[in-house]
């Protein structure tokens, strides 16, 4: 399970334990932080990051910028930012800071859990830029600016 090592960072203990609990069951070796300071200190000692799940508000960092430093270090990760807020300019920001799945709380969870008992995550990386919410998940499309 080395390389199945998930990272579930999210402030509100039940809900981090909520994930922690669903992502065992998908056969991940999951690791929990409350903050992001946290989360980037459990991460010094792991090599290879299969998965994380991020809350997009946290106490010492957004995240955002959570997102982006996981990327930096881990660029084969499957990175999903989930926040209640479903606004486009934000699953924008997603996207452009290297997350690969946008999940709308509380819709999300059992689609994205689907997903990863039944695709590999190379398949699931591979693909486009997904976001879940209350319609199930679809493929984000970007903006087209004029």
Do not use: W
């Amino acid at each position: 399970m080395a390389d199945r090592i998930a990272l579930v960072v999210d402030d509100t203990p039940a809900n981090r334990d909520f994930l922690e609990r669903l992502l065992k069951q998908a056969r991940f070796d999951v690791r929990g932080a409350g903050s992001g300071g946290d989360a980037l200190a459990q991460m010094k000692a792991v090599d290879q990051l299969a998965l994380a799940v991020i809350d997009i508000q946290l106490p010492d960092m957004s995240g955002l910028q959570l997102t982006e430093r996981l990327r930096q270090r881990y660029p084969d990760a499957y990175l999903v930012v989930a926040t209640m807020h479903d606004e486009r300019s934000l699953m924008q920001s997603v996207f452009e800071k290297g997350g690969n799945c946008f999940l709308v709380k509380p819709h999300g969870f059992m689609d994205l859990f689907q997903r990863l008992t039944t695709a590999s995550l190379d398949d699931l990386r591979e693909g486009d830029p997904l976001m879940i919410d209350q319609y199930g998940p679809r493929p984000f499309k970007p903006a087209v600016s004029s």
